[in-house]
């Protein structure tokens, strides 16, 4: 009976999947069809991206439900440990993977940036763009860690914040009332429950994603030609080739035997959700119901996928290097010392690693690669560095997301040991 129950979830989840994926393609084709039409910066036909809102309203539910959720599984979960010493292991595992499998991105792209350059010829007469006033070297350590008052962490914008919060609140239940208190069973309660919620907005995920793409290639469409068509032609094929190359080897190594099928049985959805939303927040649900579904202990998911959600970021390594390369070939600089390329593995870590969850700081990253690299060209490479960005955003939000869950399996083995997977399924079955 069991069997018969899990071919037919089986079906039901590859079912929900399809759909989705024709929601994709369905508003893509709508997008071509449609396209916006503007003169100069005026828009005089909105073409398919009236169906925005459709998306908008999606992501804005997830949002809704990440904030709650975030604080209470990661609370509860160290609240109810009953080893500080775990909680530790779990989370300095995890951050060291982080920084681990970022520079193994960076230095990929590099190799294929040289084998692949993505312009062949100096641009001419670049318009100068302008450039925000930058946040300072000291604003950005303290935003890194805190807001400036609690109300401020009910936002999604200050997830680093919140997870910081999180894991304080988390540590203080666990040594003051204990795990067995109230407040450690309400917390634990909350994050079940707001993953009913999940499940409930999931059903209206097609609808959303038939919106997203609509307004995705009716706006973009236009946009994508030459030296950008060349560097999405590079980067897009790259993100797959990484997910079904780089993704099994790390399954593998953190599973072992059986890990690869079981990652690609689990990978689809939390990697459909995220090329659809662009949001790696937005995924940790969907995230966690992989994990869970793969035997990962409660206490590494509810750790791992929130802080991978603002930390771990090979999609954006992939992209700041290609940033970086590109640049170097629209100013006619030499993409080929080694000295520059430990310095752009080093800023793409720190720049998509350590400061992607960073609030207030939008487009960060863009701005310390430019200043690094660019100074004297500093207002011109900004909005070229933005705009490749926003091109290639959802494979690498796709890439930063559906990698959270596979880190959980490395984490996994070394805090529940080579066989944590075998044991899951072992209890699964019985």
Not at 61 to 78: K, Q, R, Y
Not at 82 to 103: D, P, Q
Request: aromatic share 10%; proline share 6%.
């Amino acid at each position: 009976m069991s069997e018969k129950l899990t071919k037919k979830s089986v079906a039901h989840n590859y079912a929900f999947l399809a759909v989705m994926l024709g929601s994709m393609i369905l508003g893509s084709i709508v997008g071509a069809i449609f396209p916006q039409v503007k003169e100069g910066d005026e828009v005089v036909k909105a073409g398919a991206t009236v169906l925005k809102p459709l998306g908008t309203l999606f992501i804005n539910m997830m949002f809704c439900i990440v904030v709650p959720m975030v604080f209470s599984s990661i609370a509860g979960s160290i609240a109810t440990m009953r080893s500080r010493r775990r909680a530790g292991k779990i989370m300095g595992t995890t951050i060291l993977t982080f920084v681990i499998t970022g520079a193994i991105a960076a230095t990929i792209m590099i190799v294929l940036m040289k084998l692949i350059p993505p312009v062949l010829e100096p641009w001419s007469n670049l318009a100068e763009g302008v450039v925000d006033d930058p946040i300072s070297i000291p604003d950005l350590i303290v935003n890194f860690f805190t807001v400036s008052d609690f109300s401020s962490l009910l936002s999604r914008s200050a997830m680093l914040p919140l997870i910081v919060f999180s894991i304080l609140v988390g540590f203080g239940v666990n040594l003051g009332p204990g795990p067995d208190s109230p407040i450690a069973t309400l917390l634990t309660s909350l994050a079940e429950a707001m993953m009913k919620v999940v499940q409930l907005v999931t059903y209206y995920a097609p609808i959303a994603f038939f919106g997203f793409f609509a307004d995705l290639v009716a706006t973009y469409g236009s946009q994508i030609t030459a030296d950008y068509a060349r560097a999405l032609a590079v980067y897009y094929p790259l993100c797959f080739v990484y997910i079904f190359t780089a993704f099994p080897l790390f399954a593998w190594f953190g599973g072992g035997k059986g890990a690869v099928g079981e990652m690609f049985r689990r990978i689809a959805r939390p990697a459909i959700t995220s090329l659809g939303t662009c949001s790696s927040v937005a995924t940790i649900p969907t995230n966690m119901e992989a994990a869970e579904d793969t035997g990962i202990s409660k206490d590494v998911s509810e750790i791992v996928l929130p802080l991978g959600a603002t930390m771990h970021m090979d999609g954006s390594c992939f992209s700041c290097v290609l940033k970086i390369a590109f640049l170097f070939g629209v100013f006619g600089k030499p993409f080929n010392s080694i000295s520059d390329f430990i310095l752009i593995i080093l800023v793409a870590v720190l720049s998509s690693v350590g400061m992607s969850g960073v609030p207030g700081g939008g487009y960060i990253g863009e701005f310390i690669m430019c200043s690094v690299f660019f100074p004297d060209q500093l207002a011109v490479a900004y909005p070229i560095a933005i705009t490749i960005g926003n091109l290639v955003d959802p494979p690498a939000t796709m890439i930063n997301s559906a990698g959270d869950y596979v880190v959980s399996f490395i984490v996994s083995r070394f805090v529940d040991g080579k066989d944590w997977l075998q044991k899951a399924r072992a209890a699964r079955n019985a």
